[in-house]
């Protein structure tokens, strides 16, 4: 696997795809510039050997050209975040951009403009990345975001560096983390898997019982296990058709000898709203008219206990409808938990969506190991593929 430190970049072009795919406000201001931040060690590193940056990243999803979705809105969040004055050239391809990236000297940085204002990045085009693949000396592909796209800044452009790409550190560390968890992490290693749906997780699920000891179930897909055994539910979100699969999965997991929890109680809600009248019922219990939006107390006793004793920990998809004060307990108790695990020497990845976002809400971020960039990214590795972007850089 090459990476950033098997090449010295002096005097070196680096043409890095990054992932500053950002969120912009309605006056194209950055409202979380992360992803920009998790490219920093990398460039800096091409800067401090003495070589030069062209960074090429999407934005949004534009149709054509767009001026909102133009990158020069983030200009000035990556000169403050990389500490460095950046050069803005309007197109990815062409004249304007070839000439850009031949001027540029030793400790510049050139930000391209918006690769998907031309169909032909997600189309994977061949001509289009051998474009672009002529503005640099070196590939280096640092966004974990979209290594799951077969695109041609992120998989297809690789070929015309056979010898001279690598992975920069971002998407190195996302590699050695979901590694961790599936491959090398300290027994036992539990998941958990929580979120709206069975049909949305099903094949990680699957995947998934291969590699840990135990198995977390939470959210919205309890019900459809609880449903399938018989239990009553009420209003509570289920998935009729996964029943079948929810019971398939529990015999897997028995044959594997996986260690399957799902919640005993809930928060049951008379209504899907914060202002709910709401009552702690048995997981099996929940009277007509009543839906359960989140873990109950004794559920969360029980969690706390399995968490504590793995020392491998990944955590995708909320206990309930964290986006709802009134039912982001479980959500915030199982942070809590982790957290603490992670104190004691665990090593705890968090990735994919709605997960991420609410470690960020709870402020868990800096007390769990490693908070994944990537949501599709990094649901599909859990799912045991091998991502395009990733298979690139490797062959
Ligand atoms: P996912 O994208 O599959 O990870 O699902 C995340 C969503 O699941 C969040 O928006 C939560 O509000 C939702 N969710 C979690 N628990 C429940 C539940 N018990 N009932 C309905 N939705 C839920």
Not at 137 to 155: C, E, K, L, M, W
Not at 257 to 275: E, G, L, Q, R, T
């Amino acid at each position: 696997m090459k990476t950033l430190n098997d090449f010295n970049f002096k005097d070196k072009k680096a043409l890095v795809r990054v992932d500053f795919n950002v969120p912009l406000d309605d006056e194209n201001n950055v409202t979380d510039d992360t992803r920009i931040a998790a490219a920093k060690p990398t460039i800096i590193k091409i800067l401090e050997d003495g070589g030069s940056c062209i960074l090429m990243s999407h934005l949004g999803r534009p149709k054509g050209v767009q001026e909102e979705f133009s990158l020069q809105h983030i200009l000035k969040d990556v000169e403050n975040l990389i500490g460095v004055e950046a050069i803005f050239v309007s197109d990815c391809v062409g004249e304007a951009a070839k000439t850009a990236a031949d001027n540029l000297e030793p400790g510049q940085i050139l930000l391209l403009e918006n690769l998907r204002f031309y169909n032909e990045e997600e189309a994977g085009d061949k001509d289009f990345a051998e474009k672009l693949s002529k503005l640099g000396d070196i590939y280096v592909n640092d966004a974990f975001g979209t290594a799951h796209r077969a695109h041609a800044s992120t998989a297809v452009i690789a070929d015309f560096f056979p010898e001279k790409k690598c992975f920069g550190y971002l998407l190195e560390q996302e590699i050695e983390s979901i590694k961790k968890v599936m491959e090398t992490g300290e027994k036992p290693v539990l998941a958990i898997l929580g979120g709206a749906k069975v049909s949305s997780k099903i094949t990680i699920i699957e995947n998934i019982l291969d590699k840990v000891d135990h198995l977390i179930i939470g959210g919205g897909m309890t019900f459809t296990f609880v449903k399938a055994q018989g239990g009553s539910i009420g209003d509570s979100i289920c998935e009729d058709d996964k029943m079948e699969l929810a019971l398939e999965i529990l015999k897997k997991a028995k044959e594997k000898n996986v260690k399957i929890h799902i919640p005993v109680d809930v928060v049951a809600a008379d209504a899907f709203s914060n202002d709910a009248n709401t009552q702690i019922v048995n997981v099996k219990e929940i009277p007509d008219g009543w839906q359960g939006l989140d873990a109950g107390p004794e559920t969360i006793k029980i969690f706390h206990e399995v968490v504590l004793q793995c020392k491998t920990i990944l955590w995708n998809g909320p206990l309930g409808v964290f986006e709802m004060e009134n039912f982001a307990k479980g959500t915030i108790e199982l942070g809590n938990s982790i957290a603490e695990a992670t104190k004691k020497g665990a090593f705890s990845l968090v990735g994919g969506g709605d997960s991420v976002a609410a470690v960020k809400q709870f402020g868990f971020e800096d007390k769990v190991s490693y908070v994944s960039t990537g949501g599709g990214a990094m649901l599909e590795s859990l799912e045991g593929k091998t991502l395009p972007g990733i298979a690139a850089i490797l062959e």
